[in-house]
Nanobody
Framework: VQLQASGGGLVQAGGSLRLSCAAS????????MGWFRQAPGKEREFVAA??????WYADSVKGRFTFSRDNAQNTVYLQMNSLKPEDTAVYYC???????????????????WGQGTLVTVSS
């Protein structure tokens, strides 16, 4: 499956952005979808995942970010509210087929990745 992430940009602290990840080549409805991010000089880290109607979030974004999916559009979304400067990173969407739930926060569980979209939060 090919993934195309979009929606990044520059926003002030406290603001909001919505990231989108459109898929082609395969339907997403049967995949686990994830968002990861990588800040400058840091390792890529888990942000959120969705499987059917269930969602998982990193503690750092819980209550501020919402992950949703539109199976008809074969697209997933990450609504990011109350953004903080520490949310600044390149955000990547990922897809995995047959992921074991205990590994849903792990990079290695996902086999398809989008190109990343940059989110910059100014203070």
């Amino acid at each position: 499956v090919q993934l195309q992430a979009s929606g990044g940009g520059l926003v002030q602290a406290g603001g909001s952005l919505r990231l989108s990840c459109a898929a082609s080549g395969r339907t997403l409805s049967n995949h686990v979808m994830g968002w990861f991010r990588q800040a400058p000089g840091k390792e890529r880290e888990f942000v959120a995942a969705i499987r059917w109607g269930a969602t998982w979030y990193a503690d750092s974004v819980k209550g501020r970010f919402t992950f949703s999916r539109d199976n008809a559009q074969n697209t997933v979304y990450l609504q990011m509210n109350s953004l903080k400067p520490e949310d600044t990173a390149v955000y990547y969407c990922a897809a995995g087929d047959g992921i074991i739930l205990t590994t849903i926060r792990q990079i290695r569980a996902y086999d398809s990745w989008g190109q990343g979209t940059l989110v910059t939060v100014s203070s």
